[in-house]
Nanobody
Framework: QVQLVESGGGLVQAGGSLRLSCAAS????????MGWFRQAPGKEREFVAG????????YYADSVKGRFTISRDNAKNTVYLQMNSLTPEDTAAYYC???????????????????WGQGTQVTVSS
């Protein structure tokens, strides 16, 4: 089992920044690629960003490319999502995810995710 705990969400004005963190515990952190998903009210959960087990490769949804940066610190068992130039369309609950499949950091499907965090709310006001 892997436990994932997100933090860092909150309320921010449009154009602002937030940094989300996801602390992992349980099994070996580097056994997993990590990612972030988000879900807005009334919408399906969607992939945001993914990072390989080593941190050397990343992948982003087109909607956040150039604004968001995913990173991980394997010594701290933590993955981060730096979000800049936020817009009201980024408002959602953000979920940390861990997957073990080969190459799964590249836009994993919901069913490919092995573990989920509980989510942290991000609200961007206009």
């Amino acid at each position: 089992q892997v436990q994932l705990v997100e933090s860092g969400g909150g309320l921010v004005q449009a154009g602002g920044s937030l940094r989300l963190s996801c602390a992992a515990s349980g099994r070996t952190f580097t056994d997993y690629a990590m990612g972030w998903f988000r879900q807005a009210p009334g919408k399906e959960r969607e992939f945001v960003a993914g990072i390989s087990w080593s941190g050397g490769r990343t992948y982003y949804a087109d909607s956040v490319k150039g604004r968001f940066t995913i990173s991980r610190d394997n010594a701290k068992n933590t993955v981060y999502l730096q979000m800049n130039s936020l817009t009201p369309e980024d408002t959602a609950a953000y979920y940390c995810a861990a997957c073990s499949g080969l190459g799964c950091y590249v836009r994993p499907t919901i069913s490919e995710v092995d573990y989920w965090g509980q989510g942290t709310q991000v609200t961007v006001s206009s």
